[in-house]
T-cell receptor, first 113, second 111 residues
């Protein structure tokens, strides 16, 4: 059983399109995150949710909108995709925020052409 | 906010040698310091962590040390093996706050 799963694994799309990435965790964790990993491998936090509520929203363009319908799901919707959005996006979850191990999903490689 | 610096960015060692990766942090309130290993094309996975009430922690060939006064912590891998080749990330956090990751160290173990 996969603890944190995200779909799709690969996503190739044209500039200007809108796309969504889904994430689900079956660990019973209260906190979920979205990270962006660029070509230099840096893991940059985008959003943190705790009990379905947005806790942290780093400097991320408004084109990125997270949605958490329940504690087990945190989806990421991206509008008007740009070339610079190409990266690997990781969803993660932890029991609470910032104090315990974070479990990562397998990543979604987004390529904008 | 917290600022985590990690060095070196790349590290090559001969199989059987030791590898050391160092991180510094800026927020003295940070109290949880995990280390993640990311193999090529895979997700980051926790390999060891340490909390601020402990100075050192070991797990087989892996050890982490923490110096709260100097605000730095290090990962030590002994008797390196080719399967240790990966990107390693340090992180720092405090309760109620997000993880701040270092910029990563690409470790290559040469057989």
């Amino acid at each position: 059983d996969t603890a944190v799963s995200q779909t799709p694994k690969y996503l190739v799309t044209q500039m200007g399109n809108d796309k969504s990435i889904k994430c689900e965790q079956n660990l019973g964790h209260d906190t979920m995150y979205w990270y962006k990993q660029d070509s230099k491998k840096f893991l940059k936090i985008m959003f943190s949710y705790n009990n379905k509520e947005l806790i942290i929203n780093e400097t991320v363009p408004n084109r990125f909108s997270p949605k958490s319908p329940d504690k087990a799901h945190l989806n990421l919707h991206i509008n008007s995709l740009e070339l610079g959005d190409s990266a690997v996006y990781f969803c993660a979850s932890s029991h609470d925020i910032g104090n315990t191990e974070a479990f990562f999903g397998q990543g979604t490689r987004l390529t904008v052409v | 906010g917290e600022n985590v610096e990690q060095h070196p960015s790349t590290l090559s060692v001969q199989e059987g040698d030791s590898a050391v990766i160092k991180c510094t942090y800026s927020d003295s309130a940070s109290n949880y310091f995990p280390w993640y290993k990311q193999e090529l094309g895979k997700r980051p996975q926790l390999i060891i962590d340490i909390r601020s009430n402990v100075g050192e922690k070991k797990d087989q060939r892996i050890a982490v040390t923490l110096n709260k006064t100097a605000k730095h912590f290090s990962l030590h891998i002994t008797e390196t093996q080719p399967e240790d080749s990966a990107v390693y990330f340090c992180a720092a956090s405090k309760p109620g706050n997000q993880f701040y990751f270092g910029t990563g160290t690409s470790l290559t173990v040469i057989p």
